[in-house]
Nanobody, 128 residues
Framework: QVQLVESGGGLVQPGGSLRLSCAVSGYTYSSYCMGWFRQAPGKEREGVAAIDSDGSTSYRDSVKGRFTISQDKAKNTLYLQMNSLKPEDTAMYCC???????????????????????WGQGTQVTVS
C-alpha cells in the first residue's frame, strides 16, 4: 500500500523559507509523477509544483522563481524548497503520486490534482 508522509511545515515570517519533505513507501515512485499541492480554507486544491518520471518540472506561475521541487530517488523522498514566502502561500500542503496514470500531456496536466490518486495527509504552512 502506498504511503506518503509529509513533514517540514510550520510558521514562518514573510520572506522566510521552508523545505517540505514527502517520504514515499509502498512502491518505487521513480516511474511516476509526483507533485505538491496546497489548499487554503475556502479555496480549491491547486497544483504548486510537479515532477514527471523524466525529471521535468512544472510550477504554477505564482511560485515560479521562489519554489523548487526535487527528489532523492535513493531515499524515496520528494522535496519542496520554498523561498521568499508570502502570506498568500499559507495553506495545507500535500504531496501526491499518480501511480498507474498515463504520461502527462502538458504542464497543465502534470499540475492537475485530478490525475493523482495517492495523497499524503498534509503539512500546514503559515506565513505571517
Amino acid at each position: 500500500q502506498v504511503q506518503l508522509v509529509e513533514s517540514g511545515g510550520g510558521l514562518v515570517q514573510p520572506g522566510g523559507s521552508l523545505r517540505l519533505s514527502c517520504a514515499v513507501s509502498g512502491y518505487t515512485y521513480s516511474s511516476y509523477c509526483m507533485g505538491w499541492f496546497r489548499q487554503a480554507p475556502g479555496k480549491e486544491r491547486e497544483g504548486v509544483a510537479a515532477i514527471d518520471s523524466d525529471g521535468s518540472t512544472s510550477y504554477r506561475d505564482s511560485v515560479k522563481g521562489r519554489f523548487t521541487i526535487s527528489q532523492d530517488k535513493a531515499k524515496n523522498t520528494l522535496y519542496l524548497q520554498m523561498n521568499s514566502l508570502k502570506p498568500e502561500d499559507t495553506a495545507m500542503y500535500c504531496c501526491a503520486a499518480d501511480a498507474g496514470a498515463p504520461p502527462p500531456i502538458s504542464d497543465y496536466d502534470l499540475l492537475a490534482p485530478v490525475r493523482y490518486n495517492s495523497w499524503g495527509q498534509g503539512t500546514q504552512v503559515t506565513v505571517s
